[in-house]
């Protein structure tokens, strides 16, 4: 079984809205302060990586008062470049908060281009990556592609795994990296 990377990330007050309860963009600040834990401690050096494709559910509620997160990074494939990852922030309660699915390109900053992971690093990271199943990985969704949802009586919509709270983010950095 592949290794699980945990990081805890505290919830500051100004994370919350109106509504009491941290708002859905900070989701994103979370995982990426534990991608950076996990690329610092995996790879042993400051991480220099962009994202290219961040797809995100958001599960259940995180309250300023809960104080902090659990932020858990699986690597799951791993590329000439990129990294796939599944990442999970977890409430006070052990609450799945949010579910998402990252995927990241190695940069050089001087360059400004995608560049492979060294030999090193590819080491460390397939020693962590979950293997992969047979028959690969789902796909994941064309930027653009229709998704699937149908309202419920309630009036909430609904997608193939539940209530949908999704937040969809593509970003292509370059053609060549992913």
């Not at 998704?147 to 970003?171: D, I, M, T, V």
Request: aromatic letters at 8%.
């Amino acid at each position: 079984m592949a290794a699980m990377f945990e990081r805890l990330v505290p919830v500051r007050w100004r994370d919350t809205d109106a509504q009491g309860h941290v708002n859905h963009a900070v989701f994103l600040t979370y995982l990426e302060e534990g991608r950076d834990a996990f690329y610092a401690q995996v790879i042993g050096a400051d991480p220099n990586y962009l994202v290219v494709r961040i797809e995100l559910d958001l599960r259940a509620e995180v309250r300023h008062p809960d104080q902090q997160v659990t932020v858990r990074i699986q690597a799951e494939r791993l590329g000439t470049t990129s990294l796939t990852t599944r990442e999970t922030v977890l409430n006070s309660s052990g609450e799945v908060a949010a579910e998402a699915r990252v995927v990241t390109v190695r940069w050089d900053p001087g360059q400004r281009a995608p560049i492979p992971f060294s030999e090193p690093e590819r080491l460390r990271l397939s020693a962590v990556a979950t293997p992969e199943p047979p028959g690969g990985l789902p796909a994941l969704p064309v930027p653009g592609e229709r998704f699937a949802a149908a309202r419920s009586r309630q009036g909430e919509w609904r997608g193939p795994r539940g209530p949908l709270h999704r937040l969809r983010y593509c970003y292509l950095v370059t053609q060549a990296g992913c």
